[in-house]
């Protein structure tokens, strides 16, 4: 029986999804420090509820990131400090993230986390590691989608230059 047969989990990680573990991982402890930051930043109930859906989501991306890596052998990334609590009516009004703001950025950060979930999917040749990074990524799109949503509710949306009128087809 070769290497890669049997269990996933007791098949080795190429260094590809170490990798991938490790910096997804050091990611997601970022991305919660800046989560933080934006929810004192933040005056829309609705966007804080969204902020605290990502929250919750790099929370359990950290969880099963750092389990695999551990069981593997490898140290996990280090978590970074939670930030001290602020009320937003002292955050100075020219230092102040709008909801605006947030908003875009966090739809940036969920499309980018998309991208590299994808990419790490199609790399992986653990089965258990392409399964939970596809599992990632069906969630990081519902939170995209609501983030979409409430984007376009709250009059936020920017959208590129759209196409109004139907063009007649040209006859050759």
């Known amino acids: 029986m ?42 829309d109930k609705d966007l804080k509820k969204i902020i605290d859906d990502l929250m919750d989501q790099a929370q359990h991306e950290i969880k099963d990131c750092d389990k695999l890596l551990k069981n593997n052998g490898f140290t996990p990334p280090p978590s970074l400090p939670d930030r001290p609590s602020v009320k937003m009516e002292d955050i100075p009004a020219g230092a102040r993230f709008s909801d605006q703001e947030i908003a875009a950025a966090l739809s940036s950060g969920v499309s980018l986390s998309l991208v590299v979930c994808s990419q790490i999917m ?51």
């Open 122 to 172: 199609g790399m992986s040749i653990r089965e258990d590691i392409g399964m939970m990074f596809m599992k990632i990524h069906a969630q990081m799109a519902a939170l995209g989608l609501a983030l979409l949503k409430l984007n376009k509710e709250k009059g936020w949306l920017v959208p590129p230059p759209l196409e109004l009128k139907k063009r007649e087809p040209v006859h050759a």
């Open 2 to 43: 070769g290497v890669l047969n049997g269990n996933p989990k007791d098949e080795p990680l190429h260094y590809g999804e170490i990798f991938n573990l490790w910096t997804f991982s050091a990611a997601a402890k970022m991305a919660i420090s800046t989560y933080q930051a934006y929810h004192y930043h933040a005056g």
